[in-house]
C-alpha cells in the first residue's frame, strides 16, 4: 500500500457508506412533462389571465395624415369640442414610438387602465404618423381601432398641432369610482333642500 492509500484510508476512518437506495438517481417518470410541455403551460395559464380584449389581428389602414376620431353617445358636444381643441389639460402622456403592435397593445390597455384607476380624466396617446415606415399609419391603425372597443374611453381626437397633430391623439376617459362620487356629493351641496 503506498503512502497516498494509507493517507486516503486513514482521512475516510469512521466514515459509513450510504444505504443502496441513496445512490441511485431517479429517472424522470415517462410522466413528467418535458420543459417544452411546462413552457407551453405556462404561456397557457398567463393568456387565460389576459384580459386584453384588443386584438392583434388586421385592422382597417388609417392614411398617415388623416384624422381620427370617435365619440361615444352620451358625451356632450361642448365637451367633445374642447377634447378635440385640446382645451383639457394633458394628465398623462403614452408615446407608443419604436414598438411593435404587440408592445403597444398591452401599453395602450394597461395606460388606459391604470389612468382611469388613478382618476385621470384627459390623457393623450402618442402613436405616431407612421409616413415614413413600411406600413404607412400602422400604429395609428391600430389605436384608432382600439380605442373604441375600450369601454373606458368616451372620446378621442386627432391632437392639436402643437400636442402631435395627426401623430397623437386627445383621449378622454370615464371617471372612476371615486371620481363619480365626489361629483355627486358635490352637486347635492348645491342643490337647496338636498334636491327638493
Known amino acids: 500500500m503506498t503512502s497516498d492509500d494509507a493517507l486516503f484510508l486513514a482521512e475516510m476512518n469512521g466514515v459509513a457508506p450510504l444505504a443502496e437506495s441513496h445512490l441511485r438517481v431517479r429517472a424522470e417518470s415517462p410522466e413528467a412533462p418535458s420543459l417544452a410541455q411546462l413552457a407551453r403551460r405556462q404561456a397557457a395559464a398567463n393568456t387565460a389571465k389576459d384580459n386584453n380584449t384588443l386584438t392583434l389581428g388586421e385592422v382597417p389602414p388609417v392614411d398617415p395624415f388623416d384624422e381620427i376620431a370617435f365619440k361615444r353617445d ?39 387602465h391604470d389612468a382611469q384607476r388613478a382618476g385621470l380624466r384627459s390623457v393623450v396617446i402618442t402613436h405616431g404618423r407612421g409616413d415614413r415606415s413600411e406600413t404607412p399609419g400602422r400604429l395609428k391603425s391600430y389605436v384608432a381601432h382600439w380605442l373604441p372597443t375600450l369601454p373606458l374611453v368616451l372620446a378621442f381626437h386627432s391632437a392639436q398641432r402643437h400636442h402631435g397633430g395627426y401623430g397623437a391623439c386627445y383621449v378622454l376617459l370615464r371617471k372612476n369610482a371615486e371620481k363619480r362620487q365626489d361629483n355627486r356629493e358635490r352637486h347635492a351641496r348645491r342643490t337647496p333642500l338636498g334636491g327638493r
Not at 352620451?74 to 385640446?86: N, S
Open 74 to 112: 352620451g358625451v356632450q358636444t361642448g365637451v367633445y369640442r374642447k377634447l378635440r381643441l385640446g382645451r383639457y389639460p394633458q394628465e398623462a402622456t403614452l408615446d407608443l414610438h419604436r414598438m411593435t403592435v404587440r408592445e403597444a397593445r398591452e401599453a395602450v390597455w394597461r395606460f388606459v
